[in-house]
């Protein structure tokens, strides 16, 4: 069975400080990894991709995310929040590539 | 990638009626995808969208409430057939090329059904 777990439904930091939203997963296969961000009203953006190639993905907007498989996690990571990072993460698993498995998705709220 | 466009953007609709959306691409694609999002939900997948065959429906979608039309590789229609408040959500098409496992998705269309 596929399963992905976000694990905070709502995420806040300060500008300029550390950003860290966290997916945990779960795949019978040896699965892609994705993050999309959703701005209010707006469509779903990719962020970035696993696909095996790399466990240290870099993506947009100077996001990251690491895959690792003993912890079943591909938490994002950025090491610096933009005012313009608000908005909602969602953590996608997919074991083929035509089921995609969303998570219930993070809100990160940026303070200034 | 993929440059996707929806129309409407958004509607309000009476219950009992139906709406069409439909979803261009800007590219021949080999598959295309039917989400919704239900309010500060996430994304559920409603149905593949097959080119030149019925659609393939996820559980607890049916064909009689979600028609889906993909005549051609770059286009696709959404029918919300006999609507209630509960259709009221983010209606979102996905494409995916055949040399990518990225699915790509479309800026949505928000119903809101009274």
């Known amino acids: 069975a596929q399963s992905v777990t976000q694990l905070d439904s709502h995420v806040s930091v300060s500008e300029g400080t550390p950003v860290l939203l966290r997916c945990n997963y779960s795949s019978s296969y040896s699965p892609s990894l994705f993050w999309y961000v959703q701005h209010p009203n707006k469509g779903l953006q990719l962020l970035l991709k696993?696909?095996?190639?790399?466990?240290l993905v870099k993506g947009i907007n100077g996001f990251e995310a690491e895959f690792k498989k003993s912890e079943t996690s591909f938490h994002l990571t950025k090491p610096s929040a933009h005012m313009s990072d608000a908005a909602e993460y969602f953590c996608v698993v997919t074991p083929t590539p035509d089921k995609f498995y969303f998570g219930s998705g993070t809100k990160l709220n940026v303070k200034p | 990638s993929a440059v996707i466009s929806q129309k409407p953007s958004r509607d309000i609709c009476q219950r009992g009626t139906s709406l069409t959306i439909q979803c261009q691409v800007d590219?021949?694609?080999?598959?295309m995808f039917w989400y919704r999002q239900q309010p500060g939900q996430s994304l559920t997948l409603i149905a593949t969208?097959?080119?030149?065959?019925?659609?393939?429906?996820e559980s607890g979608f049916v064909i009689d409430k979600f028609p889906i039309s993909r005549p051609n590789l770059t286009f696709s229609t959404l029918t919300v057939s006999n609507m209630s408040p509960e259709d009221s959500s983010i209606y979102l098409c996905s494409v995916r090329t055949s040399s990518t496992d990225t699915q790509y998705f479309g800026p949505g269309t928000r119903l809101t059904v009274l």
């Open positions: 969208a097959n080119q030149g065959s019925e659609a393939t429906y």
């Open positions: 590219s021949q694609v080999t598959m």
């Open positions: 696993y696909t095996s190639a790399a466990t």
